[in-house]
Each structure stands twice: as C-alpha cells, then as structure tokens.
C-alpha cells in the first residue's frame, strides 16, 4: 500500500469515528443515565449502579398507564390501520385499470406532505370536536392514520407492483373468488412488505407529540410522549434521572418490534418476492 | 339470436384491443373435443391475448366464447372451468407444491382428505410425489413445470390453456417435456389450446395449428397440411426447420403459361396464368431442393455461404443475390462445393406465391 492510500484510509478512518460518535452519544447516554442517582445531560459512566429510578417510575400509576397502555393502544391502532388500509388502497390502485391512477398516486402524497402537521390543526380540531372524537383514542388513532395513509400506500403500492399478475391471474382460472386470491395469494406474499409497513407506521405514531397532545384532554388517556411531562418539577425543571428511565422504557417496544421483524422478514423498503418468502 | 356452436371450445368473431391497437382481430376457432390446438405466430401476434380471453382474464372488445355448449363470454375466470399453465408457471412462492396443487380443489370446496388423496394421485402420476413437501424456489425448472401441470390438470378441468409452457426450460428438457405434455394430454383427453412461437413444438404437439399474424388467425389446419399447403408466404416463411426459402421474381404471361424470372434465373409454370407482368414471389422447402456443382446446369444461381454439418444432415446457406437460402441434404459426410452453385428443385416441388403473398400454385 502507498502513502497516498494509507493516508486516505487514516481521512476515513476520523472522518467515521466522528459521525459515529456524534450519532452514539445520545444512545450512550439513553443507556448510562438511568442508572445513576444524578444523572446530568452529560454521559457519564454512573460509580454506583442504580435500579431507584425505574422504581420511581413504576410507582408513577399515570405514566406507567400512558407508556404500557394508551401509547400501546394509539400505536397499536394506528399500525393496524395503516397496514390494513394502505394495503387494500395501494392493491387496488395497482391492480385496478384506472385512468391516470399513475399521477393520482403522486398528487396523493404530494398533497399529504404539503397540508400536513400544523397547518391542519384547527381544521382537523375542528372536525374531531363536530364528531365527538376529542379525548378519545380513536380521534388520535384516526388522525394518525389519515396523516400516516399517503405515504402508507405509496411504500405499499411498490411491493404490490412487484408482485407478479399471474399469480393471481393463475388462482383466478384455478376457481378462487377474488377475495379468496387477495387472501390466499396476494397477501401472503405482500406480508414481509406490510410488516415493513406496520413498524413504520407504529413508530411513527409512538413518537407523535402534537396530536395526542391536542386531542387527547383528560391524563389517563394521554400516552407516552405527552406523559414524559410529568418528570418536570413545577418550577419546568426536567428530572432527569427520571426523564432517562423513562425515555429508555419508552424506546424498547419500538426496537423489540424492529428486531422481531428484521429476525422474521428483514427490513426492505423496497418490493420484490425473495423466493420462498421465508 | 346466437346460434350455440357444434365444437367444444368455439371463437367467434372475438376482437380485443387496448386503446388504439387491435390485438386480436375477429379471431374465429371452433376446437373439438379432446383436441390438441396450437396457437402459433411470432411474439405479439395476439396469441397469448387470445388465451386469455378464452381464460377469462381478459374482456373481449366483441364476439363470443362458447365452452361445450354454454356461451361463457360474460363468465369470470374462476367460474369458467378451465386451467392454465402460465410461462412463469406463477406457483405461489409461499405454498409448498402440495398445497399449490391442491389449491384449485381448496377453493372449491373439497374435503381435505379427497384434496390429499387427488394431490398425491396426481403428484405420482407426474413423477413429484417425493418432492410434494417443498417449496417451488426448492426444486428445478422441470420439476416446477410439472408442478404447474400437476396443479392444472387436478381438477379435471374442461379446457386446458397453456401459455408458452416451455419457454424457461433448457433445450433439452423442453424436448423431454414436449413428450411428456403431448403423452399427458393423449391420455386425459382434455381439449388444449397451447399457444407458442416456436413452430417446431406446435408442429411436433398438435393435432391442429391455428397460425396467427397481426391478431388475426391466418390459417388453421394439421401439422402436416401446413407444412404442404401454406395459404400465404408469411405462414411458408414461419413453418418448416428451417422454413420456407422465398425469393423474389416477377411473373409474366407466356404462351402456354408463365414465367417467374428471378436473379438470375427464369422458370416455366404451364398451369398458371396470370394477366399482366406482375410481382412474384417463388417458395421451395430446405429439404426438397438439391445442389449442382456444375455451373452449365439449369437452376437458381447461388453463393455458398456457410455449411453447418448437423449430423444426419447437412445445413448449407447459401445466398441468391442478397436473399438467404437455406438447402438441407441428407448426408453424414461434409459435400465438397464449389462456391458457387445452381440450386435445383423438382419444378412439382416449387410453390408460387403473388404480389399479395397469397399462394397461388402448391406442389401436386
């Protein structure tokens, strides 16, 4: 090896172990700070290991019922319906002959990722209050799926596409219903590409701030992100010990859900019928 | 008033077009009973839109479809009691064979105990019933195809569709499994269409050949009559292995007949008349016509192109001004030919084709 090529490789070397640290610091610090009795913003490897905080928290009845339960059921929901839904709508508009479904597929998230987030707030507060939805986890579940759809059906409409015509053609002419063809052939094959699909959309919604924040009014139904704020002190002082434990619970759903798909399917965001589909 | 038609599987007037493109164009067939049918013609002819309309996967622009008697036009596929083996062979990728041969019987409704029984029936009588348990990406092209036929044939269906089934396989298994079909459906006796591009596996297969140019079906006959009397140049030119030579001239009226003149060469037809000097086209098959090394010889002027030794026989191209001509000789030893050469066909042999590429003289 020349000079030249080591010392490119020395370049890439730092230029790696600094992106790498900046991303690692917040994950290190996630994991150090709630175990030690005084954690600060910085990472520090705690002296003395703790388990006191977790016990603070379980102790906390309303946050332990916003991260176990109302988060579980909003994300819960939101996956579901998201999955079911895109994947229905993104199977049509595939497999439908429509005139220009090409650019209605387009105008849809261009659309969505233009009117989404703030601005629809007192429109979408609106809506909810005439259909009785505020503080209730349907009118966030609802919400969410709305918001979360577009794109929900533009990732589903490529696996969908890549999922080739005579296999449904095929169980057609062997005498299956159409539902019995989606059911029995489409889905199946499609389901790594759901699953896909719904880890998105569950951690999209486990995640989401402003909505549960707006819709949702009484405490027991508020769910994780929104519940974090009971770790401040009256004084709007984060407690961060508390706030640490709390964020590393809230985070190990979302990374056991994402294990257990990329163990089961492997994550690609792209289509594509790996054979077998084991 | 529609009038129910006498064959099995009858066509009439069945057009298809996407937009603009008329794919298939007042298609008519009437197959019989237990017949094997070829649908044969260059890629995009519309053959395979055919097929499919008569699976029921596409919606005809007109015209109808009549299946033992009952008029189906309007039916859905899975309603029309037909089965198709697909080029891709389309086995789901999630079922084992097992379960993807026993899907038609699944939806239908059968008990999973007679389900079983038929699958491993079949399954034995296709030489699969020890590979039932795994998945189509787990066995070979061959065993796939037979999976697909395995899967087709399970439920005794009217009419078997077969859409260019062969096509993914190796030349030697496509050999094998042209057999293999052929014995299979002699057998079942179950009426097939089968639509490919090749036509040796049409002319080695079928009872019957519909040729297809441009969507719409030129000519239909046996393999044989075919071969023999070709109704037009592109179906000359389309059969036969190699197929037809066809060479242009001009025809001309004689005293007593008339005269094709070519590059080179004139012949004399006695029994065809035409009216005034005209365009022409004249046919002879590869393996009908013979080689003169002698230059004072009559016959059409050549140049030796290539000479392929096949084996039993040998393959000569040769090139008649900028026309390619293929002659076939029987022989094992490799001919010494001169370069240039007189091609020389048995004046009964030849066929004559007008400026429309109708033919209009076929040999006695």
Known sequence: MDVKAIFYKIIFVIFVVLITSFFLLPILWLVAAPFSAQATLRVTIPSVVTVKNFCAIFRNTFAVRALFLNSILIAGGTMFGVTLFATLAAYAISRLNIRGRDIFAYLLVLFSSVVTGTAAMVPVFLLLYYLKLIDSYLGVIFVLIGGLLPTGIFLMRDFVESLPKSYEESALVSGAHPWQVFRDVAIPILRPGMMVLAVWAFVQAWGDFLIPLIVIRSPSKMPAPVAIYSFYTEGGTPVLTLISAYSLLYAIPVVILYLLVNWRYGFRFFGGIKGGGK | ?364
């Open chain 2, 1 to 364: 008033m529609t009038i129910v038609p006498q064959s099995f599987l009858s066509l009439q007037d069945l057009t298809k077009a996407f937009g603009k493109v008329i794919a298939v164009d007042k298609v008519s067939l009437h197959i019989e009973k237990g017949k094997f049918f070829a649908l044969l013609g260059p890629s995009g002819c519309g053959k395979t839109t055919t097929l499919r309309l008569v699976a029921g996967l596409e919606k005809p622009s007109s015209g109808r479809i009549f299946i033992d008697g009952r008029d189906v036009t309007a039916l859905p596929p899975q309603k029309r009691d037909v089965a198709m083996v697909f080029q891709d062979y389309a086995l789901y990728p999630h079922m084992t064979l097992r379960q993807n041969i026993g899907y038609p019987l699944k939806v239908r409704g059968f008990p999973k105990k007679s389900i079983a029984t038929r699958v491993e029936e079949v399954a034995e009588h296709l030489m699969i019933a020890d590979i039932l348990d795994r998945l189509p990406s787990q066995v070979s092209g061959g065993q796939q195809q037979r999976a697909a036929v395995a899967r087709a044939i399970v439920h005794a269906p009217k009419i078997f569709l077969f859409d260019e089934p062969l096509s993914n396989l190796d030349a030697k298994l496509r050999l094998e499994a042209r057999a293999f079909l052929k014995h299979l459906q002699k057998e079942l006796g179950i009426t097939t269409v089968y639509v490919t591009h090749d036509q040796a596996e049409a002319m080695a297969m079928a009872d019957e050949i519909g040729v297809m140019f441009a969507g719409r079906v030129v000519q239909v006959g046996s393999p044989l009559e075919l071969y023999r009397y070709p109704k037009n140049r592109d179906v000359a030119a389309f059969i036969g292995n190699p197929p037809m030579n066809i060479l242009p001239g001009r025809l001309e009226p004689k005293a007593g007949g008339s005269q094709f003149s070519g590059e080179g060469y004139t012949l004399f037809f006695e029994s065809i008349h035409v009216l005034e000097d005209t365009r022409a086209y004249l046919g002879f098959r590869p393996e009908q016509a013979q080689l003169m090394c002698d230059l004072k010889d009559s016959g059409i002027p050549a140049q030796l192109y290539a000479v392929q030794p096949l084996g039993s026989e040998v393959l000569i191209t040769l090139l008649v001004g900028t026309e390619t001509v293929y002659v076939k000789l029987y022989s094992e030893s490799l001919p010494a030919l001169p370069d240039l050469v007189r091609v020389k066909v048995d004046p009964s042999r030849l066929y004559l084709f007008d400026s429309t590429g109708a033919c209009i003289k076929v040999p006695k």
